[in-house]
Structures are given as structure tokens and as C-alpha cells.
């Protein structure tokens, strides 16, 4: 019987100017898995995230979630059909609550309505699902504070609950450890294996003792194709992708 794939690709590829950023990479992300995409800095990692969201258009290749073709929808609805991405500290305001954060954020989801000044007077109804999604993250002693005072740590476990707001059925994270300090790193690593119970988690991450806790499956990339594509045991074993690594 087929494994259970929530994202595939089949011969993905990104061409700039004749340069290929991502050439012919077919990928399968099972359902429920923490699955990693790594490599060398230039290997194409965040063009492929870009590809994955459709964010960036292909130049060849397909891209089917859950089974339908996405390769050529809108970034909007991709998001609205469960695969979203998440740890952009940009969508945090910082001038509004930590509470408001996660209200605002489940007003969208249900209203889908960007206009501020009507989500505030219904953003009552919101306050328990917000309280949930703070206390899933940690965050329920912060709820009143601004989300400008929160450390770093804290407002990328606040991104999270944003992101958890629109009830996400895969998650795409960018290099979630990046700019943490030591302390945040085995919170955020746990907050994120809580999260992925539930759902498929993607990242891109450079920390390979994090990828090494939290990942079922790794694929790395060169030069913008697949090298190699396993579980961590397999992958640190492998002599091209230590060869990738040291050479790279
Ligand atoms: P990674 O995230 O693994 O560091 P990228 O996906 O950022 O790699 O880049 C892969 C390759 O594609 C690099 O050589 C990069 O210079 C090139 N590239 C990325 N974006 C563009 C672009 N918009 N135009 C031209 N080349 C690009």
C-alpha cells in the first residue's frame, strides 16, 4: 500500500536566467512527519520553500498537495487550503497585545477580513481559542503583555500560535532556530515536536543536532538537486553529503 504523502513533487525546477536555483526535485513529505530540507548555503533550500508555497512560479515540474495539482494556484489559496508558512517575526505587532496577536489572528481565519478596525469589536468571541493557543505555546503568562516587550524566543513561539490560529494542516518553517540564543532552542525544539502531533511539519534548518531530534526524514540538496534523502542515521553516514559539507 502507498505511504500516506500529504506533499509531492515531481521534477521540480527553478530557473533564473538560464541558472537553475532547483533542478528536477521530487520530493515526498509523508503525513504527520517532521520532514528536513538541508543543505550547503546556495543548495536552493529557500527557493524550493518559495516553490512550495507557489510564492515563486515554477519553470517546470508539478506540485500536488493532498493529492490535487496546486502547481499553478495562487500563494492565498494554497494557504487557505492548509499548507502555511510560519517564524516570519514581521507578522508579529508589536504594539498590540499578546492576546490581540492570536485574536486578530483567528478573526482573519474566520472572517477572512483584513479591515482591522471591524475585527476589534468581535474579537471577544475569539479569547478562548486565543487562551488555548497561548497555553499551547507557553505563552498564557504573557497574554496581556505587548508583543514588542517579548524576547526573541517568546515572539517566535507568538508566530507559532498565529500560524496555529489558521489551523494548519502542514507547517513550512524557515530555519526556525535562527537568531535564538542557546536558552531558546530546546524550548522552541519542543514547541515544535508538540505542534507536529498533529500535523506535517517542512523546515529548513542549519542546526543538525535539532534536525537530529526532531526530523523523521531529511533530504539535502547541492547545487539545487537531491544529493541524498533519509533518516538522520543514514544521512550523517553518507559519504557525499559529508563530501557536500566539507567541500561546501
Ligand atoms: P539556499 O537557501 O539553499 O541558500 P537559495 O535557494 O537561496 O539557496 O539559492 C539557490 C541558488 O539560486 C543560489 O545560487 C542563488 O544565488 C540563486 N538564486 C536565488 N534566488 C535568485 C534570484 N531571484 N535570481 C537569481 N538567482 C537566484
Redesign the pocket.
Known sequence: MAEDVILRTEGLSKQ?MG?Y?VRDVSLSIRRHSIHALI?P????????FNLLTVSTPSTAGRIHYNGRDITRRDPASVAASGMVRSFQISAVFGQMTVLDNVRVALQRRAGGSFAFWRSVRTLDRHTPRARELLAAVNLDRYANELAANLSYGRKRALELATTLALDPEMILLDEPMAGLGHEDIGPITRLIARVAQQRTVLMVEHNMKVVAELCDRITV?QS?EILAEGNYDEISSNARVREAYVGG
Open positions: 533564473f541558472f536555483a543543505g548555503n546556495g543548495a536552493g533550500k529557500t527557493t524550493c540538496l539545487g
